[in-house]
């Protein structure tokens, strides 16, 4: 057989075959802003969930603000659980989220360690920094253009798309008020203490030059993992999986897959994951 039939082999996926489950928890940016540039690359390994559990428009968020629940860190938790428990049931599930779904990954993890194989944690909120949120500011004086700023470190590579998609939104009332409640539910969650409690093997990614959740507090976070890895990204703000997202699938889809994964693989990103 040829040389580049064995590496093609490598790299492409096989047609048929259970995959392992990967589950995405996406922050306050929602599913298809979040995971855009990742979710076609992991699909190729993963049997990937991405559960649109953050939906500020959707009547389930809604029928729990009119009941005068909060949504918070706890509520999010268990809808993922349900979801997983009740219609994907094959676990262990792979995790990877950003921002605030690293709160509730944390928490997901530390409550179901049963549940959970490894986890990924992109820019997480929740390590005991005082975050920044802009798109508070953002939504309230449709300051889009500055919401961008302050989550990009180069802003004008950020696909227009994106910056149209919120602002159409900012003229939806029932839009903003889910995620405005949201916001306020979730902020003052630390999961900082939790951390200690993860068995699974965790990688902890931040840019930076994140200026929404502190990279050095996130670096001494990641200490308090009992299995935990860490990888800092330069020229790379609040956003690694958008900014940086060809390194960002290459390093998730190796860490997940390998027996013993690398923070700074060769060639080995280029080949197929094992399973």
Known sequence: MPPWNGIFNRIRPKAYGRRPSLVLMNGLAEQAESWFKNRRYWSRFFDVH?????????P???????SDQPVTVDYLVEQYHTYLFQFVQNPPYHLVASSL?????VEFAARYPDMVG?????????????EQLPIMEGVRRSDW???VRSVFFRPRFVDPEIVKYYQTQANNRRWKTGLLRTVRGTMETTVRGRLKDLRAPTL???GQQDRICCPQTAAEAVRELPRGYFVSLP???HAPQIEKSR????LVAHFLSAPTPEILPGWSLLAKPKR
């Open 118 to 130: 490894r986890v990924v944690l992109l820019c997480p909120s929740g390590m005991g920094d005082e």
């Open 145 to 147: 253009r500055g919401l």
């Open 50 to 58: 991405a559960p649109n559990i953050l939906d500020y428009d959707g």
């Open 235 to 237: 020229k790379c703000g």
């Open 247 to 250: 390194r960002v699938n290459r």
């Open 60 to 66: 389930a968020l809604h029928q729990r603000l009119q």
């Open 204 to 206: 902890l990614i931040t």
């Open 101 to 105: 779904g690293g709160k509730v990954a």
